[in-house]
């Protein structure tokens, strides 16, 4: 193995320069299995550390207040990620974990599919009059959106204002933000937190069967409740969370469509394929490129050892596109396999809302091909830095304008 001196060296704050990072990611690979990050940091580009690294119980997500400090300043907003379960640790995390997989059951998630497909019929129903729409604010954005609020039972009235701040929030998850951008965030933690408090009292005076209301019953194998607080700020997660990763699948699946026609072709000439195909677009552009983990002891790997303290950033995207694990990684094939792409994470911290994100981007991608014979471009999509959220600091699809001809 080269020496550290030698090493390449990538930053996550270069990163938001760059509007396609899949060049980058493929130097890296060839290089080797790890290179610098910023201080005290190491980066794996490679699937086989990456997701070794996933599963590694030394690895940790909870990070020192200071870290957090760096990124948004003390207030409700850095509070807010202390108690999350993303970002909790054994065995805090294993307790809201628990709680929050028997609120969100399976059962739960399979009975919004007819749900879901009425709300995209709806929709749909529109763009086959228009004749066009966009992709990713008419369709990526508000379907799961609509989805997250119907399962939170989030008043009609209330929820473009929820979105919005939900979406101020996101900065928080963000690693270099500005002085108005943290404002911003702490500010939407305090609406927000206020709002979900309101929601909380109701449904404990009227109790539905909507997500919250479960999470306020949820009880495991004679574990404490989720608390109040536990609940707001979790709820608050889940939420976005939930809307988040499924509208990066599905505008990266628009985009493929668009761009690689014969995925179009491939799905419409075997729909029984799209769950594939989901895997595939989750592959292909991963909504989340990167995440860190904090290393609570030191581990050997690739030849390095990772002292105690020291933070390693896995970039999933790159792992995704590992030319060992994926032949031909630059090309979509919807009938991939084996596809064991890192989207979602791996190990305690694999993504609580991988399920849902698979029925809603499968009633999507079922009812289009099924809807319209053909999908093209009508014009240049749209793609800007990410400001915040799980994308952070890489570009995002903001519109991809496409016209169709009914089936």
Aim: include cysteine; charge should be neutral.
């Amino acid at each position: 193995m080269n020496t550290v001196l030698n090493m390449p060296r990538f930053l996550l704050d270069d990163a938001r320069a760059v509007r396609d990072p899949y060049p980058v990611y493929r130097r890296l690979r060839a290089y080797g299995p790890v290179c610098r990050g910023g201080p005290g940091q190491w980066v794996f580009p490679r699937h086989e550390e990456v997701s070794a690294l996933l599963r590694d119980p030394r690895l940790g997500r909870e990070f020192p207040e200071e870290y957090q400090a760096v990124s948004v300043g003390e207030g409700p907003a850095n509070d807010y990620l202390r108690r999350i379960v993303v970002d909790r640790d054994r065995p805090d995390h294993t307790r809201l974990r628990r709680l929050l997989t028997k609120s969100l059951s399976p059962a739960m998630i399979r009975g919004l599919r007819e749900p879901i497909a009425l709300l995209v019929d709806g929709l749909l129903d529109r763009f086959a009059e228009e004749r066009r729409f966009d992709l990713v604010r008419d369709l990526a954005v508000p379907v799961p959106m609509m989805v997250m609020s119907e399962l939170l039972d989030i008043p009609r009235a209330d929820r473009d204002d929820i979105a919005r701040l939900s979406t101020s929030l996101a900065q928080a998850f963000a690693v270099f933000i500005s002085e108005d951008k943290r404002r911003e965030a702490h500010g939407a933690v305090v609406e927000l937190r206020e709002y979900m408090a309101g929601l909380v009292r109701e449904r404990r005076r009227r109790p539905g069967d909507d997500l919250l209301s479960r999470m306020l019953t949820a009880v495991k194998d004679g574990e404490e409740p989720l608390t109040d607080k536990e609940i707001i700020d979790n709820a608050l997660f889940v939420y976005y969370a939930g809307f988040e990763t499924t509208t990066n699948a599905i505008a990266t699946g628009g985009d493929l469509f668009v761009h690689q026609p014969h995925t179009q072709r491939q799905l419409r000439a075997d729909p029984g394929i799209v769950p594939s195909a989901l895997e595939e677009f989750m592959r292909y552009d991963a909504p989340i490129h990167a995440t860190t983990r904090l290393a609570t002891e030191p581990i050997e790997i690739a030849g390095l050892t990772i002292r105690k303290g020291r933070v390693v950033v896995l970039l999933l995207a790159s792992a995704n596109h590992d030319e060992r694990v994926f032949p031909d990684p630059a090309r979509a094939d919807l009938t991939r396999s084996p596809n064991p792409h890192l989207s979602f994470g791996g190990g305690i911290h694999h993504c609580l809302g991988a399920a849902l994100a698979r029925v809603e981007g499968a009633v999507v991608f079922e009812r289009l091909v099924a809807r319209f014979a053909d999908i093209e471009s009508a014009g240049e999509g749209v793609w800007e830095p990410s400001e915040g959220g799980f994308r952070f600091p890489y570009w995002a699809h903001r519109g991809l304008p496409v016209a169709v001809r009914p089936a």
